[in-house]
């Protein structure tokens, strides 16, 4: 059991040490506040030292020092003030740059790690390890040394003048060491398992209330509230508990280890007014003795309740850091594909998503040549969505082989892969600002308004846009939220068509358009796929029978394959689920 513990506790320090590695970088302002809180903790000295000289002075009538021991007090608290304002700016500047580095490092590895990571952690989770975590992360990491340096200083400097005045008595300090560090260990290993509960029930929280938000016209239409309701109760009183077993820990703490120095200090009042010790400390020395042991209470009391912080930090951190510690997408292909031909070539493909047993492709062989759409059908979950997504390569093939130009998918680099690819969703995804700013997206940000409109013109875009007020330039809303669906999916198209790009995947792409929009569309795709590798994945049959070839897929396996006219004629699957389609 005690191996255990002491694995804990290194862990701990290895997470803590970790995160210190984000400070090295401002060591200039952490010098600064350290030289701050260096100041503080010597007008705290300063003070004992200067109550030491007013009693004597007192006693023994040397009232003309009642001027320097009048512009002492005045230099005391410029010192203090000094040291507290470089203290608390240099610390509190270190502060924010963690939290915006820790936070943009966190983005920055999000946008790289593999689809399957999505798949196992809700978007609800990540956000509040982005937001709350960090916070918590940086006050481990910069609250707590603040408290530590300042009061720490202060400590040393108390205990050093104690030791000046009467050494013998000051070592009874070092007695009641070993007690509060056994105080504080004991603690720590509850404040790091009470951090982590509370950090989860942030998550569950963010999740909670995302979800019901996000659906509150299914919440409101099924009468969903009053569930959502009790849901969101539960895990805001999950927070609420475990955030009170926290306080209640660290209020058990904090006091225990108060008494404990108490303690010393009535012991030291007590041998320290023996007649022999009396008789060798002059009235102040005595005197200033006794408020210097009082007064180093206060900072042994706040160095162990930042233990609460740093548990807590350390809990958030390992949360951290874990996610850092997940490997990016695969990306060890060194060749970089300048303008893809388009043959593409599944050579007995098959996948097995992370969480699952049960294969989603199996054996899968097929070859699309350059300039063809090939369009796949199939009941949901035969593998259609799966097949497109290995292409762009959101997941890595285990068994089998996918070429493209006759190379492995994994000898290119993936930045160069997908360079050749336009995709367009069944579920559209739309960011913050215009229509006009998400349709030339990211990489094809520097598309001349001319570009942008052609592709809004082909894609039907233009047909609502303009009877909008700002056109082109009007506000989306958060995910296309002010739009319906088919002009979302609408713009993904355009998107898809203004990135030009030899392949082409279209999942649903015309799902959520009406049948008026949809013959627009189709005839605007029918353009766009001539001389481009396409893959369509379809359930409404109609906008596939164009297709140069389709495959039917069922259980992952592909079960048919020809044009739309030899299939009706087999009599197979695609004739039953075409006569299904329109009533035949």
């Not at 205990?159 to 007695?175: D, E, H, I, P, S």
């Not at 206060?298 to 490997?327: C, H, M, W, Y």
């Not at 506000?475 to 713009?491: A, D, K, W, Y």
């Not at 004629?569 to 009533?583: E, K, V, W």
Request: charged share 20%.
């Amino acid at each position: 059991m005690q191996k255990n513990t002491n694995n804990q506790v290194a862990s701990g320090w290895d997470v803590y040490r970790r995160l210190l590695g984000y400070v090295r970088g401002h060591w200039p302002m952490f010098i600064l506040a350290f030289c701050g809180f260096a100041l503080y903790a010597t007008s705290q000295t300063a003070a004992a030292k200067w109550l030491e000289h007013f009693i004597d002075a007192v006693e023994n009538g040397n009232l003309d020092y009642r001027l320097w021991l009048a512009l002492a007090i005045i230099g005391i608290f410029l010192v203090r003030g000094i040291g507290t304002l470089l203290g608390n700016y240099g610390f509190s500047y270190v502060a924010r740059a963690v939290v915006s580095r820790l936070r943009c490092q966190m983005f920055d590895h999000l946008l790289v790690l593999p689809c399957a990571f999505y798949q196992q952690h809700t978007s609800a989770e990540l956000l509040s390890r982005l937001t709350y975590n960090v916070e918590q992360v940086t006050g481990a990491a910069t609250d707590a040394l603040k408290t530590a340096v300042r009061e720490g200083l202060t400590v040393v400097g108390l205990f050093g003048y104690m030791l000046y005045l009467n050494w013998k008595l000051t070592m009874l300090f070092v007695v009641v060491a070993p007690l509060v560090g056994a105080v504080v260990a004991l603690a720590s290993k509850r404040l790091r398992r009470l951090s982590h509960g509370i950090q989860d029930s942030v998550g569950d929280i963010s999740s909670a209330a995302s979800e019901a938000i996000k659906g509150y016209q299914v919440v409101r239409i099924f009468g969903g509230a009053e569930a959502e309701r009790t849901r969101f109760n539960r895990v805001s009183e999950r927070n609420r508990r475990q955030f009170m077993k926290m306080v209640v820990t660290q209020s058990i703490t904090t006091p225990v280890v108060q008494m404990l120095v108490a303690g010393v200090v009535a012991l030291l009042t007590y041998i320290a007014m023996s007649p022999a010790l009396v008789a060798s400390m002059t009235t102040g020395q005595f005197i200033a003795f006794i408020s210097a042991a009082s007064l180093m209470a206060k900072p042994i009391r706040q160095l162990t309740e930042i233990n609460s912080t740093v548990q807590k930090g350390i809990a958030a951190a390992e949360s951290f850091f874990a996610l850092f510690d997940v490997l990016p997408e695969r990306n060890a292909g060194l060749e970089t594909l300048t303008v893809a031909q388009g043959r593409i070539e599944f050579n007995s493909v098959s996948f097995t998503y992370p969480q699952s047993e049960e294969p989603a492709l199996k054996q899968v062989s097929f070859c699309i040549e350059p300039g063809e759409t090939v369009a796949l059908v199939g009941r949901s979950g035969s593998g259609k969505t799966t097949l497109a997504g290995l292409l762009p390569r959101f997941y890595d093939v285990v068994d089998g082989e996918i070429l493209l130009d006759d190379r492995p998918l994994s000898h290119y680099t993936l930045d160069s892969l997908r360079n050749q690819i336009a995709l367009v969703n069944q579920h559209v995804v739309l960011f913050e600002g215009s229509i006009a700013e998400n349709i030339a997206y990211g990489a094809l940000a520097g598309a001349s308004d001319e570009a942008i409109r052609a592709a809004a013109d082909a894609a039907m875009v233009s047909e609502f846009a303009d009877r909008l007020p700002q056109g082109l330039n009007t506000l989306v809303g958060e995910n296309g939220l002010l739009l319906s669906g088919g002009q979302r999916q609408r713009i993904a198209i355009a998107r898809a068509l203004l990135k030009d790009a030899p392949l082409l995947i279209l999942d649903e792409a015309t799902s959520a358009l009406d049948t008026e929009s949809e013959r627009f569309i189709q005839t605007a795709l029918e353009h766009v796929v001539r001389g481009r590798t396409t893959l369509v994945i379809a359930h409404r049959l109609s906008t596939i029978e164009r297709a140069d070839r389709i495959l039917v897929m069922e259980n992952g396996v592909i079960i048919e394959q020809g044009n739309h006219t030899e299939l009706l004629a087999q009599g197979g699957s695609y004739a039953r689920l075409y006569n299904m389609q329109f009533n035949q």
